[in-house]
T-cell receptor, first 110, second 110 residues
Framework: NAGVTQTPKFRVLKTGQSMTLLCAQD?????MYWYRQDPGMGLRLIHY???????AKGEVPDGYNVSRLKKQNFLLGLESAAPSQTSVYFC?????????FGPGTRLTVL | SQQGEEDPQALSIQEGENATMNCSYK?????LQWYRQNSGRGLVHLIL?????REKHSGRLRVTLDTSKKSSSLLITASRAADTASYFC??????????FGSGTRLSIRP
């Protein structure tokens, strides 16, 4: 099993550009999450999904959209990137009480 | 704001010593978890303690939970160089959301 994978690993955007981050899991987990981690800080929940076709807002949802069209994929979109969205983005899926994390996507917005 | 706050923010100890990290949270929880993050990596689940438990052990890890004080501690005994990482507590006050604290950066000196 590959576990949780994220693409891309790195990306540099200009202010106003859009992009989509892809998270995929092959563990048949219902719950999936998107977090952002800023330097020296913990993870802040952006959006999450409790199953295919459902999404919900987390702590810091503004400026992001998500979709869960397929159970194994959870997409995070930035419609108009801003420098404040420079961060490392982590995706996770959940089985029971344990979360399994992807390796992260480092995004820089200039 | 984040649910959990770890203390201290950074800790440096000699190899072989014990390391203790604390976590305080704000609202009632179902359970509390501890995760480790090595530099540049995603988080890895270490241990979970349920709200009706007071202490739990796993190898060199010991976790305590005091729900009356809304606090938890993580003790790593006989520390090793490989324990150098950031440690985060995470709580789930609802069935679907897991919220992370800001983390403790642990450095083990050889």
């Amino acid at each position: 099993n590959a576990g949780v994978t994220q693409t891309p690993k790195f990306r540099v955007l200009k202010t106003g550009q859009s992009m989509t981050l892809l998270c995929a899991q092959d563990m048949n987990h219902e719950y999936m999450y998107w977090y952002r981690q800023d330097p020296g800080m913990g993870l802040r929940l952006i959006h999450y999904s409790v199953g295919e076709g459902t999404t919900a807002k987390g702590e810091v949802p503004d400026g992001y959209n998500v979709s869960r069209l397929k159970k194994q994929n959870f997409l995070l979109g930035l419609e108009s990137a801003a420098p404040s969205q420079t961060s490392v983005y982590f995706c996770a899926s959940r089985s029971g009480n344990e979360q399994f994390f992807g390796p992260g996507t480092r995004l820089t917005v200039l | 704001s984040q649910q959990g706050e770890e203390d201290p923010q950074a800790l440096s100890i000699q190899e072989g010593e014990n390391a203790t990290m604390n976590c305080s949270y704000k609202t009632s929880i179902n359970n509390l978890q501890w995760y480790r993050q090595n530099s540049g990596r995603g988080l890895v689940h270490l241990i979970l303690i349920r709200s009706n438990e007071r202490e739990k052990h796993s190898g060199r890890l010991r976790v305590t939970l005091d729900t009356s004080k809304k606090s938890s501690s993580l003790l790593i005994t006989a520390s090793r160089a490989a324990d150098t990482a950031s440690y985060f507590c995470a709580t789930d006050s609802s069935a679907s959301k897991i919220i992370f604290g800001s983390g403790t950066r642990l450095s083990i000196r050889p």
